[in-house]
């Protein structure tokens, strides 16, 4: 049996660490591109969004070690769970994995129709794409950031109230299990 297909009491370290690195960094892109957006000054904006953009693409990064600890480290043995919540909860984890990277993926495309655009100040990366020749990628991929967040959104907090239901409701372990370094 690979290690994909193995089961465990609860979920490896390394992916436990990856969500919660993963969501503080897409909080803090949420947080700095908003108020680059509406709060920021004019002369501020650029800054901002350079952050926003760097954050985004470390962001990207941990998604992909994630998927990458989903695919290769032991899975928890939820056989004990009833189908019909197994298979919520596998759909809403898809969804959520589907905007996440929705989001970040068409945030990257906006950002190379801008470039140059610095990441942390250290790296360029080049504009790639023409605004005026690619028109309708650039209004896709802006609505799609735009709306995609209204989307993660709702699916995080769909997220988060299927935990607090798990850790109130049923009392299981399933919230307690999934805090870094709780063995």
Known sequence: MGQSEATVGRWSEATIWLHWLGALLILSALMVGWSAEHLAARDDQPLLFEIHFSIGLLALAVMLAR??????????????????????????????????????????????????????????????FDPEADEWLRALSWYAHVYGWWALTALVLLHAAAAFFHHFVRRDRTLRDFLPGRR
């Open 67 to 128: 998927i990458a600890c989903r695919f290769f480290q032991a899975r928890p043995d939820r056989s004990q769970v009833p189908p019909l919540a197994r298979f919520a909860a596998s759909t809403v984890h898809l969804l959520l994995y589907l905007a996440t990277f929705g989001v970040l993926l068409s945030g990257l495309i906006n950002f190379l129709f801008l470039g140059p655009v610095r990441v942390f100040g250290f790296v360029t990366v080049p504009q790639l």
